[in-house]
């Protein structure tokens, strides 16, 4: 039975999730003969690549936030539900949520990711991370109130506490947040600021390997790192968190590395957590043993081995590409496995075969701020001005909607011609309190 | 000693509130010779009259705050601080903070007013106000839930409580909400959902006077009336809430008018106050008898009696008019008041006279939906869409900030094209939790 109640002899798809996998599938199947039941916890599509940008109060959440029903609402055969999804029964084919279960033909997986403290689960809330809006704004009002708070901290120590930022993971995410974290503090609020001079916050980008960006070619890292460094950003490569806690952090060398600096103290109120992810729960939903990460394996047709209707993709999931390794947990890799999704539902469906899926590797990016980024097309790697406008370009050209893509393009020529950041607003909380 | 520890001779007028009042008095006091310290327990400034735009998922918190300091922060003789007051030690004239004193010369109290619930504080909870933008995005989530609930909802009573929304005033505020949720409901939602129709949401508006828009004349309190019932509003006069709970409200006629329908019960989930305001605690600061309202009683010098260098202005004060009634609490009267206290404070170091405060009503207006509004200027009255465009014309241009504008402007002109809501987002709490 349908949401309605009335019998239908389509297929009937349900997907979990409308992110970039999830959405993907759906805007496919759109039009199709089959049923889709697209469930997400959330009312809107997030354009994660550019959540950093909320959280350093460069833009506001409705710029890079899609209301599904916004996007698929209006397609006939598609039906969008706002609720947790507690549980998959495999048996029946049946997805519990609370007070209801939705039967599937086939059942896609897109549930994305969460952050991993690698054990340390009490550090989250020291040191919060970057996934949901939220999230960001939640940063966005740690960050405003450090520097609203010094101005008016007489103790020195404290004074030096808030006045000191560490950003966890040398990974775009990371990188993004240092970069961003730097122009607001030695740009945006310069000048705003009595006892305070702004441009003497100290930023730290910390990464336990040996060079950022580690995804990316040496010669690409080194330029990030060289970027950051001219921002103001003091980066240490080589050195985990080895404690978090309210006064700061301890950073030690991983092994093999002990003649680095040992032990380092850096005393900070704002951690921000770029460091690990960790896939959502998807796997013990259908009872398959994930990977480390907590991602479930799937076959080279994206379904999961001993579930041939049930499909994994996106973050959630642990596919291999052509050279055997796993796919990296980026949005490009769950639009294509989305695509694919849909296809083979289709293909199954008027009862024909389907290839393999095969990632189209059409390259990554990386911003660290103002004029300065890296791209990685394999045969071709830009850096600097040119690289920093090709990001921009694509990731106003990937937004949805119109009228976030002239949002946020009003909001980027702005801030570039003025320096300013649009979204300066500490909200969620009352001045004085932490976290 | 300033906040940076230098002697000063120069006379220091401290500012507490950074809404329409405190900022125009700062603003006027800027590269005068005095030294300013404007003190906000948040960091921005609201435009509050665009606030319910925000509750009803058609602007963002950003387009309608302006960073205080981007307003303020280079002025050379204006220091902000971002903190709550605790109190005012009149006697060694400073103001108390946490951790802190600032001695002023001359204090101008400008904190504004939040909501008064006529001794029913625990109705707060279930009917949240509309004064900050936190209210306004608890709001917005309530209101979008609402419908995402409904359209899972399979128990008849509890679908028709969900669909059910009750707003509480019928001041410029009450009509101006009513209006822009059934907006909502009716064009911007309607097509987005399979089981419900929005269209067929049950929007109140219930006003415990004889009719809306008390403080504007009959004929437009009339025209307001019939635009939100041709917009599907069910407008309830002489009815004040005797009851609020989870399931409900309970309307009962007041005093006098037993006649009309008495002890009715509204079912519903979602109701939003604009019933009654009373002013901040400053009255207990400064140990003035307040009204029934919570207002500091002023001079027409806008001084507080017995304290000739506290001046209160705005809604937390209580100034009469020319002809002996209370001022409004709405942005002009704030606005002029707060210029005038920069003016006194000038005369004052400069050893002049000053007149008493005088009001100039340059008129009022409230908008009830497209192409809808009403404005009073005493001589003239005009209502319908050249009200309308006149109200979006005033407003834009009293926004601070030309990127506000813009952004405003352009998303009143998308969502006019469209007829779509361009921050239809639920953020702050996840699905399925309620309140």
């Known amino acids: 039975m349908s949401l309605d109640g009335k019998q239908s002899d389509r297929p009937r798809v349900v997907i979990v999730g409308a992110g970039f996998g999830g959405l993907e599938a759906a805007k496919r199947l759109a ?3 089959v049923d889709v039941t697209l469930i997400d916890r959330r009312n809107y599509h997030l354009f994660q690549p550019l959540l950093y940008q909320v959280a350093a109060a460069g833009l506001s959440p409705a710029d890079i936030a899609q209301p599904i029903r916004g996007i698929l609402g209006r397609k006939k055969n598609i039906t969008v539900l706002m609720s947790r999804v507690l ?15 939705v039967p599937y033909d086939y059942l896609i997986l897109a549930t994305g990711a969460r952050h991993a403290y690698f054990g340390h689960d009490a550090w989250e809330h020291r040191a919060p991370g970057l996934k949901k809006i939220d999230d960001a704004t939640e940063i966005r009002r740690r960050i405003l109130t450090a520097f609203e708070m010094a101005e008016m901290e007489s103790d020195p120590a404290e004074h030096q506490r808030l ?7 040398g990974g775009p995410t990371g990188v993004e947040m240092a970069g961003a974290i730097a122009e607001l503090a030695k740009r945006a609020l310069a000048r705003d600021f009595r006892t305070i001079d702004p441009r003497q916050a100290r930023i730290l980008l910390v990464e336990a390997g040996p060079r950022l960006l580690s995804s990316f070619p040496e010669k690409l890292s080194d330029f990030a790192r060289k970027a950051l460094e001219r921002l103001g950003v003091e980066v240490r490569l080589n050195q985990a968190l080895t404690a978090c806690d309210a006064q700061g952090v301890t950073l030690s060398a991983p092994e093999g590395h002990e003649e680095e600096a040992d032990g380092a103290r850096i005393f900070t109120r704002t951690i921000i957590w770029a460091a690990g992810v960790q896939a959502s729960a998807a796997a013990r939903w259908i009872g398959a043993k994930p990977d480390r990460a907590g991602r479930i394996a799937v076959s080279p047709d994206l379904s999961v081995p001993g579930h041939e209707s049930i499909f994994a993709i996106g973050d959630t999931a642990l596919a291999l590409g052509p050279d055997g390794k796993p796919l990296p947990g980026i949005a490009p ?3 294509q496995q989305g695509a694919y999704c849909a296809r083979l539902i289709r293909d199954r469906v008027a009862g024909r075969a389907t290839a393999p899926f095969r ?3 059409f390259g990554t990016m990386a911003t660290i701020g103002r004029k300065a980024a890296v791209a990685d097309f394999g045969w071709l790697r830009i850096k600097g001005t040119l690289a920093w406008l090709l990001w921009g370009t ?6 949805l909607g119109f009228r976030n893509r002239l949002s946020v393009l009003l909001s980027w020529i702005w801030a570039y011609i003025t320096f300013q950041s649009g ?9 004085g309190s932490d976290g």
């Open 87 to 101: 549980g998959v029964d495999a048996a029946r084919r049946e997805v519990r949520m609370e007070g209801r279960r």
């Open 394 to 399: 694509v990731h106003v050209g990937f937004l």
């Open 333 to 335: 890799v769950a639009k």
């Open 423 to 431: 979204a300066r607003l500490i909200t969620g909380a009352t001045s």
């Open 31 to 33: 039009g199709t003969p």
């Open 359 to 361: 990632y189209r590797n």
């Open 163 to 169: 006045m000191t930022f560490v950003v966890v993971g």
